[in-house]
T-cell receptor, first 114, second 111 residues
């Protein structure tokens, strides 16, 4: 099991609410990622962080924002949730060593916006 | 797009049989990885094969890589019901540590 944790595991919330999905890792990895994945579908990168105070958008446009104030913590925030945000959100981290770029994933947060 | 494509999209077999999944990709790579995802969970790294390797084994897993055909295969031997999951191949983007994941093969192993 990887030392990367996501909370909450499940979240059901009404439209217009502000939410923050938490992601923490204890491996000291410098790189962290947020993916969005609909059931049975592929992963889409929505945010990426090289390190503290360094973030960039991913391939899939997302209304969410992220911050990286500490190495171990990479929260994702939605200011105003909508039903279109319903999905599974996966957080991952990696440390590039010897040309390897193995990613370690959290268990995910399944978000439902009513 | 550099995205890998797995084939088949879904595979259903009986316990004890072997399962083979294929992945094709579009650009030159220095390695290729396979991940597993149990339903509703995150992905777990299974195995990495470098571009200068043709075959790699890990327990009941056997991965091959053919860089001339830009394809890889994952073989699970003597499958078990617990192997039921989705399997994804992933390749690095050019000049980046980011990975591009394929659409996955959903494997069902019937007891």
């Amino acid at each position: 099991e990887a030392d990367i944790y996501q909370t909450p595991r499940y979240l059901v919330i009404g439209t217009g609410k502000k939410i923050t999905l938490e992601c923490s890792q204890t491996m000291g990895h410098d790189k962290m990622y947020w993916y969005q994945q609909d059931p049975g579908m592929e992963l889409h990168l929505i945010h990426y962080s090289y390190g503290v105070n360094s973030t960039e958008k991913g391939d899939l446009s997302s209304e969410s924002t992220v911050s990286r104030i500490r190495t171990e913590h990479f929260p994702l925030t939605l200011e105003s949730a909508r039903p279109s945000h319903t999905s599974q959100y996966l957080c991952a981290s990696s440390e590039t060593l010897a040309a390897k770029n193995i990613q370690y994933f959290g268990a995910g947060t399944r978000l439902s916006v009513l | 797009s550099q995205q890998g494509e797995e084939d088949p999209q879904a595979l259903s077999i009986q316990e004890g049989e072997n399962a083979t999944m294929n992945c094709s990709y579009k650009t030159s790579i220095n390695n290729l990885q396979w991940y597993r995802q149990n339903s509703g969970r995150g992905l777990v790294h299974l195995i990495l094969i470098r571009s200068n390797e043709r075959e790699k084994h890990s327990g009941r897993l056997r991965v091959t890589l053919d860089t001339s055909k830009k394809s890889s295969s994952l073989l699970i031997t003597a499958s078990r019901a617990a192997d039921t999951a989705s399997y994804f191949c992933a390749t690095p983007r050019s000049g980046s540590e980011k990975l591009v994941f394929g659409k996955g093969t959903k494997l069902t192993v019937n007891p």
